[in-house]
């Protein structure tokens, strides 16, 4: 026998650098349709280069975050339901950037498995891709790993990073004072945060992914998939046009926990509850779990995904702004003397 015959190769140990090269080939439109101003090289390189001045930032600060999707996932890779996997993982990450006051410039993402499917690889990453469109970043790198005995059969984990900018000295959240106005930015579902308590209630209610929705039209996973929204556009015009002192990017930890990260020493938040309707798939997770109204306040988003403190002087213009920008707002309380936040009301 040869060497060779008596060897192994890095395919038979279970990698396949082609189908790797493959999934670099097929995502590379999708990819170049993110490109924006900054962007020096495209995908395949050891490194991706970004110039901010180009992008037109004078003196600019960079901002960087990182997130993944979670157990989410798990729900997708049941069902098969990838498409959207994409936008929630890059929504993780801008949407905390733009807390900063940053404007996201571009997104590189880690995509792990122990056997590469390129057909499913495409999948997420053209909704990554998606999202990097939507939130006006540009994807300008990442990593697949193959590697065997890792994950189980059809699993995958995704992890993102992005990077901002400002000027400096533009940094949020600053200015932030007693009175001014919280307005609240509605979600689009669960987004990504909870679902281990969400499986864990679907489990409980005798529910699988198939099941139609207890809260809606199609399946309780279709349901349950609807991907993060994306608020970087909306939030950085109003960010832009004056007046607004914080943003809280409302994740795990729910209003309960975000809010005050971003509200100085001594001041915490006032919100009435009836200012807004907690929407279906939240009715039915808390009755169909039992979960009481706190749990629910601090584990999910309950249908405020962005919290903007804003001068009072400003929050009628800043509301219809963000109107204008497609968001539905409500005014939910305000800043005032004290630490964390205060309710009143109860969820409906």
């Known amino acids: ?173 600053a200015g932030v004072a007693e009175g001014d106005v919280l307005l609240g930015l509605a979600s689009d579902g669960v987004h990504s945060n909870g679902f281990s308590l969400v499986r864990k209630v679907a489990e409980h209610a005798g529910l699988g992914w198939d099941s139609p929705a207890p809260f809606g039209q199609g399946s309780l996973g279709e349901a349950l998939l609807v991907p993060t929204r994306l608020y970087v556009r909306p939030v950085l015009a109003a960010i832009r046009a004056g007046g607004v002192h914080a943003a809280a990017h409302i994740t795990g930890g729910g209003i309960t926990e975000n809010l005050p990260r971003v509200l100085p020493k001594g001041l915490g938040a006032e919100i009435d509850l009836t200012r807004f309707a907690l929407p279906p798939v939240f009715a039915w997770l808390a009755e169909a779990g039992g979960i009481a109204e706190a749990e629910m306040l601090k584990t999910f988003n309950s249908g405020i995904g962005m919290i903007l403190a804003v001068a009072a002087d400003r929050a009628d213009a800043l509301q219809a702004l963000l109107a204008d920008e497609g968001e539905t707002v409500h005014r939910l309380g305000h800043v005032a003397a004290g630490e964390g936040v205060r309710y009143s009301g109860s969820l409906r």
């Open 1 to 173: 026998m040869t060497e060779r015959e008596n060897g192994l190769s890095y395919a038979e140990a279970g990698v396949d650098i082609d189908a790797g090269n493959a999934l670099v080939e097929r995502i590379k439109p999708a990819a170049a349709a993110t490109r924006r101003p900054g962007v020096m090289e495209g995908l395949g390189g050891f490194g991706a280069l970004f110039d901010p001045r180009a992008a037109g930032f004078q003196d600019p600060v960079l901002v960087a975050a990182t997130d993944g999707v979670g157990t989410k996932l798990r729900i997708g890779i049941d069902t098969g339901e990838l498409d959207g996997l994409g936008i929630d993982l890059v929504a993780m990450c801008v949407n905390d950037l733009v807390c900063q006051g940053a404007e996201p410039l571009f997104f590189l993402d880690y995509f792990a498995t122990g056997k590469l499917s390129v057909d499913e690889a495409t999948r997420v990453i053209n909704g990554i891709a998606e999202g990097c469109r939507l939130s006006g970043c540009a994807l300008i790198g990442g990593e697949t790993a193959e590697m065997p005995g890792m994950y189980g059969k059809g699993d995958f984990d995704l992890a993102g990073f992005a990077v901002g900018a400002m000027e400096r000295g533009t940094a949020l959240p």
